[in-house]
């Protein structure tokens, strides 16, 4: 079998599967409620993985870098087996093999790079939050807890409280965080 065509089917196969995707992913998108077996933020997209920080990611072994390897493999290798110097099999396949996971790598990274800046959020964070002002509103009991509100970097959030002293702070008071201890703040009066 000449090595042309295997290169010519790699890159074939590699762009169809980029194409139909691109225009069909929508359909198969699995966004529908109470999935068995999948991971919150996956969303059903075969791309999304999970690192050490179970954050979405980008994995090396997703469809879309496979299709890129095969994709860039078929068309650098048809290439590569026109151009004279570099015609032999022990010439085109290695570059061919090369140049795919050089692409494969670079869309790995790009695309790693996208998912890292749009993971941002607009979730407090708790390290931040000890001398904040906040509000009761919820009054909190002696020896029991209540609720808070309080703005961080113009966001409204609320939470359970608990006073540090352990006496009664009644709704509309103005206290400070003290402390977070997992999801309970510990609040003293101002």
């Known amino acids: 079998m000449d090595l042309f065509l295997i290169y010519l089917v790699c890159f074939g196969t590699g762009l169809l599967f980029t194409l139909i995707t691109a225009f069909t ?14 991971h919150a933020g996956a969303g059903g997209h075969a ?33 590569f087996h026109r151009v004279e110097a570099t015609r032999s099999p022990w010439i085109s396949l290695p570059l061919s093999m090369m140049s795919g996971f050089a692409v494969a790598a670079g869309v790995l990274w790009l695309f790693r790079l996208v998912f890292c800046k749009t993971q941002g959020s607009s979730e407090s964070r708790v390290a931040t939050l000890v001398g904040t002002p906040a509000t009761v509103i919820t009054p909190i009991v002696a020896n029991g807890f209540g609720e808070i509100a309080y703005v961080q970097v113009g966001t409204r959030y609320s939470a359970p409280a608990r006073a540090e002293n352990n006496l009664a702070i009644p709704g509309g008071s103005t206290v400070k965080i003290t402390r977070v201890v997992g999801t309970q703040f510990y609040v003293a009066a101002m």
């Open 25 to 38: 992913s929508h359909l198969w998108g699995s966004h529908h409620e109470g999935m068995e077996g999948s």
């Open 47 to 79: 791309e999304a993985g999970f690192g050490a920080q179970d954050m979405p990611g980008f994995s090396a072994l997703s469809p879309t870098t496979i299709a890129s390897f095969i994709t860039a493999f078929g068309g650098f290798g048809m290439i």
